[in-house]
């Protein structure tokens, strides 16, 4: 089992009474309430977490949003350059730069393939869909983002892995004459491949081009749901069933010296479910091309009608929840090193085996001597052991 560091650099502090009258706080919110200097120190401590991370051998995520206090990573190919030129051991997962945003996959792969040979071959690539905020502050067209997707990594994948000189790409959303970068990346014919989603039908898909399904804070019946998905396409299509190395989890994970120490420092890490996912409900439920057309009724009703489809809120869902409730849903593992470890093990059985655990350890007013104390305890008391498994 190996174990994943993400810290999004969220920026808390902005004042409360902004926070409680604001529609949303991502894409809305004044970029006047952050201050450039703070943003640096959160920066810097960040990557100092991410190089802390390398000593210790956790391998590091590098992330962007956009336009918001969630995350201060806007540009994850810049924050990807600096982690492949300045780690030397782990890998580095980049989950990720938003394709379905981005004009242009070519140039996409572009970054990658330099990122992975400045690393000399740690790089994995992460793709999101994104949707709701990020759509607006990209300045992207919501219709046909599934498709858009998967367009999108068809074409990376090709550009990353063509080695006959030029080609050209005549797709529905993406056109481009002449493709042939330098360089091509490090590993062959490409690096190895991830995806955050929980939904059954993309998991499905997942499952039959062979792509790491990690789960980004869902729960534990929407996880079941997604990796049954996933194991039933390789069946379905004649393919080799999938071993834990296609399977990953995130979750909010804060190792103490003990209990009552990881739950009182852990419960900082909420702020990010209780505050960063804020959102307003047009960027949300009411975004064009966001659900499915038999699903828009729903969007309107506080409880859908029997026999209609659900509308996901999974915003909604999360916030307010408590360190003790997370840790039931598998949203969070905090304890001492033998109860995070217990935690863990424990999930483990109700998904199924999975052989990535993405750290999400740090956020909201954590410090950054609290963050590196619960790596550090982490990686000497609990990852040992995982890697056992």
């Known amino acids: 089992m190996q174990a994943w560091y993400l810290n999004e650099a969220p920026y808390p502090f902005v004042p409360q009474h902004v926070l409680d009258t604001a529609d949303s706080v991502r894409a809305s919110l004044p970029n006047e309430l952050c201050d450039p200097k703070v943003a640096a120190d959160l920066v810097e401590e960040a990557l ?16 962007e949003h956009h336009a918001g206090i969630n995350c201060l990573f806007g540009a994850s190919p810049l924050f990807l350059g600096v982690l492949a030129r300045q780690t030397k051991k782990v890998r580095i997962l980049s989950l990720g730069t938003l394709v379905t945003v981005r004009k242009d996959p070519v140039r996409v792969a572009e970054e990658y393939a330099t ?3 400045m690393c000399r071959g740690r790089l994995e690539i992460g793709f999101v869909k994104s949707g709701g905020t990020e759509m607006a502050s990209g300045n992207a067209n919501p219709i046909g983002i599934v498709d858009r997707f998967w367009e999108a990594i068809d074409l990376i994948v090709k550009t990353l892995s063509h080695r006959e000189g030029p080609f050209s790409w005549e797709g529905k959303y993406f056109t481009h004459r002449h493709v042939n970068i330098w360089p091509g990346p490090w590993q062959q014919p490409h690096p190895p491949l991830w995806a955050a989603t929980g939904d059954p ?18 729960s534990i019946e929407e996880t079941q749901r997604a990796w049954a998905a996933y194991r039933q396409a390789r069946t379905d299509a004649g393919l080799p069933a999938p071993g834990p190395d296609r399977f990953g989890h995130t979750a909010f994970v804060y190792t103490g010296d003990t209990d009552e120490e990881a739950i009182r420092v852990g419960s900082k890490l909420l702020w990010f479910l209780n505050t960063g996912l804020k959102s307003a409900p047009q960027y949300g439920k009411f975004l064009p091309g966001a659900m499915k057309p038999e699903a828009a009724p729903g969007l309107y009703r506080t409880k859908p009608r029997p026999g209609t489809p659900a509308v996901a809120r999974p915003a909604a ?11 039931a849903k598998g949203l969070m593992f905090a304890g001492n090193p033998d109860t995070v470890y217990r935690q863990i093990m424990e999930h483990r059985e109700k998904v199924g085996p ?13 410090t950054h001597e609290e963050a590196t104390k619960g790596l550090t305890l982490f990686s000497k008391d609990v990852l040992p052991r995982l890697k056992e498994l």
Request: proline share 0%; charged share 20%.
């Open 201 to 218: 039908t993309t998991s499905a898909e997942l499952g039959r081009r062979g792509i790491v399904n990690v789960m980004v804070f869902r």
């Open 354 to 366: 999975f052989e990535h655990l993405v750290l999400a350890g740090r956020s909201g007013f954590m």
């Open 115 to 117: 990122a992975d040979v």
């Open 317 to 327: 869902a999360l916030m307010g929840l408590t360190a003790e409730q997370a840790i």
């Open 48 to 63: 100092d977490e991410y190089l802390l991370c390398d000593d210790l051998g956790i391998n590091v995520v590098s992330n």
